[in-house]
């Protein structure tokens, strides 16, 4: 019986994979629209009860059928348990007896089935969201009852008649699931606490990904320009402005020329100047770094280093950062230093720690 189930499991983690993937950029963009950041916690639940949807909903409904016959029989059944007395029915009739007979027949196995196909459930409504067991049972209920009825229209009249009996065992099951799923959610370590919307948050003195994004393409714009214009494509002279445009004018005075475009400057993490070491350390680590890297590194050089290269820069400096309440990457964090909005310099506060 159990091995029924395992192409329906495969189909639904298939279709994970698929749609997770479909989903992932709107899921991040959406994210960070609401809340500034990704809060990592939020976007793993949301993953898992996507994986767990998918594979729930691939169980219940597959396989579908290949050709149906619709005979007129009742596919509906009201009778509350009613799966004990097909139990007994049964095992009167093959001769069996005694409690393995009863937790190895197809009738308890599917019973046990439906009740832990709701399990997940109830641990991540009470685990990440905090609700109470009325809330899961009413949960629980609804998804169940959704669910027969769909089985009960043919899936919304996509067949001309069920092929699947809509049961109120199934409701009672599916429903003891999700509140069994609450009994035990305090021991699910895996599963994590969803924060509250003001612990989400990306702190207000931040600056975005997005925008330094676009603070760094003003700065590649301006040094691609002079280099070319002025110095002819000299490649020393690149570095040379490089480190005029990304270190000596913030030392100078706070910011890039990208900064200064989108309002933001770059400050110690304790929200006072920042010193030109600290401001040269940042960028070693950064983008200066990944340039003088591109200038001087031989052609001859590994190509899976190069690549190493680029992903450490990316992945540190602007992709950790995005789950981070002090929108903070690599560079800074071994710096000490922060981006800040130019507005804010006057009232810069200290920044403190934050998960």
Same mark, same amino acid.
């Not at 997770?20 to 809060?39: K, Q």
């Not at 007994?88 to 005694?98: D, I, P, Q």
């Not at 030109?276 to 940042?282: F, T």
């Given at each position: ?35 500034? #950041? ?164 990306? #702190? ?6 997005? #925008? ?134 006057? #009232? ?8």
């Amino acid at each position: 019986m159990l091995s029924s189930y395992l192409e329906p499991v495969r189909t639904g983690f298939a279709a994970f994979v698929g749609v997770g993937a479909l989903v992932l950029l709107p899921l991040i963009a959406l994210h960070y629209y609401r809340f500034g #950041r990704v809060e990592p916690r939020r976007a793993l639940v949301l993953y898992g009860l996507l994986a767990y949807g998918l594979v729930a909903m691939a169980v219940i409904f597959l396989p579908f059928p290949s050709a149906l016959e619709c005979t007129g029989e009742d596919m509906l059944s009201t009778t509350p348990f009613r799966w004990v007395t097909d139990m007994r029915n049964n095992l009167a009739a093959t001769g069996r007896s005694g409690v393995e007979a009863v937790v190895t027949s197809t009738v308890f196995l599917q019973q046990a089935l439906n009740v832990a196909l709701f399990v997940p459930l109830g641990v991540v409504l009470r685990k990440s969201y905090g609700r109470g067991p009325f809330a899961v049972i009413a949960v629980g209920l609804g998804i169940s009852l959704a669910v027969e009825v769909v089985q009960y229209s043919g899936n919304l009249g996509a067949f001309p008649c069920p092929y699947r009996t809509a049961d109120v065992d199934d409701l009672i099951s599916n429903t003891a699931g999700s509140l069994v799923g609450w009994m035990i959610a305090p021991v699910a370590l895996v599963v994590p606490t969803v924060p509250h919307p003001d612990a989400s948050t990306a #702190r207000p003195d931040t600056v975005s990904v997005p #925008r330094r994004l676009l603070g760094l393409a003003v700065d590649v714009i301006v040094l691609i320009v002079l280099t070319h214009l002025v110095f002819r494509d000299n490649l020393w002279w690149l570095l040379a402005l490089t480190f005029t445009v990304r270190v000596v004018l913030p030392s100078l005075t706070g910011r890039t020329p990208g900064g200064w475009l989108l309002r933001y400057g770059l400050r110690s993490a304790d929200g006072t100047r920042a010193n030109p070491l600290r401001i040269a350390l940042r960028e070693l680590l950064g983008v200066t770094g990944l340039i003088t890297y591109t200038t001087l590194a031989p052609s001859s050089w590994w190509f899976a280093l190069d690549l190493a290269v680029l992903a450490v820069f990316v992945l540190g400096a602007f992709a950790l950062p995005v789950f981070r309440r002090d929108q903070r990457g690599l560079p800074d964090l071994a710096a000490g230093t922060r981006a800040v909005p130019t507005a804010d310099h006057s #009232r810069a506060t200290p920044l403190t720690p934050v998960p």
